[in-house]
């Protein structure tokens, strides 16, 4: 049965190699899609796990309007001790800053 499923794309092939290689073509893409976008959603579900307390780690986020102008801060913080609400930050992490 798997033979002539065989000869039926390989005459397939033959009789519309355009329209075979534009579903090849459109599988392959799809296909490199799905990926990028599992390793993209695998990537982010994943950041900082590194960490040994990877779940106390605060990200704090600053808005500052000043004069017309507005800047954005941030900053991440490792919590050592104390209260989830007062964690006692000892370890700066990350930071990235746009304007």
Request: glycine share 12%; aromatic share 16%; net charge positive.
């Amino acid at each position: 049965m798997f033979k002539n499923h065989l000869k039926i794309a390989w005459r397939s092939l033959k009789k519309q190699p355009f329209f075979t290689f534009l579903n090849t073509f459109g599988l392959a893409i799809g296909m490199a899609g799905g990926i990028l976008i599992s390793l993209y959603i695998h990537d982010e579900l994943n950041y900082d796990k590194m960490f040994a307390d990877a779940e106390r780690i605060y990200r704090i986020d600053t808005d500052i309007k000043f004069g017309g102008a507005e800047m954005r801060f941030c900053g991440g913080f490792r919590s050592y001790g104390g209260h989830h609400a007062t964690g006692l930050f000892t370890s700066r992490i990350h930071c990235a800053v746009s304007g």
